[in-house]
Nanobody, 124 residues
Framework: QVQLVESGGGLVQAGGSLTLSCAPS????????LGWFRQAPGEEREFVASIMWSGSRTVYSDSTKGRFTISRDNAKNTVNLQMNSLEPEDTAVYYC?????????????????WGQGTQVTVSS
């Protein structure tokens, strides 16, 4: 079982930027994917973005495409989510998720490992 540790959440004003990081521990393979999901109070968990561990493919939700960038940092062995032009609607707990898959998925049920979550709050 791959364990995931997130970092980088916090409070930011609308229009600002934040970077979240996810560090997997344990053995990973090239068909391992990491994704970010978020959940606001009273809402269902929502897909944000995902990336194959090789870094060769990425998928974004329509609400974050163009503002968020998911990437792999080979030196630090982490996957980062760079969030720009943040809006109050982006306020949520953000979760890193991982799973083995041949093609990138956007459904939370396809991800078997989850981090503890990190709070992102965007003030207006």
């Amino acid at each position: 079982q791959v364990q995931l540790v997130e970092s980088g959440g916090g409070l930011v004003q609308a229009g600002g930027s934040l970077t979240l990081s996810c560090a997997p521990s344990g053995r990973t393979f090239m068909n391992f994917a990491l994704g970010w999901f978020r959940q606001a109070p009273g809402e269902e968990r929502e897909f944000v973005a995902s990336i194959m561990w090789s870094g060769s493919r990425t998928v974004y939700s329509d609400s974050t495409k163009g503002r968020f960038t998911i990437s792999r940092d080979n030196a630090k062995n982490t996957v980062n989510l760079q969030m720009n032009s943040l809006e109050p609607e982006d306020t949520a707990v953000y979760y890193c998720a991982g799973g083995y898959m041949g093609i990138l998925r956007t459904n939370a049920r396809d991800f078997s490992s989850w981090g503890q979550g990190t709070q992102v709050t965007v003030s207006s």
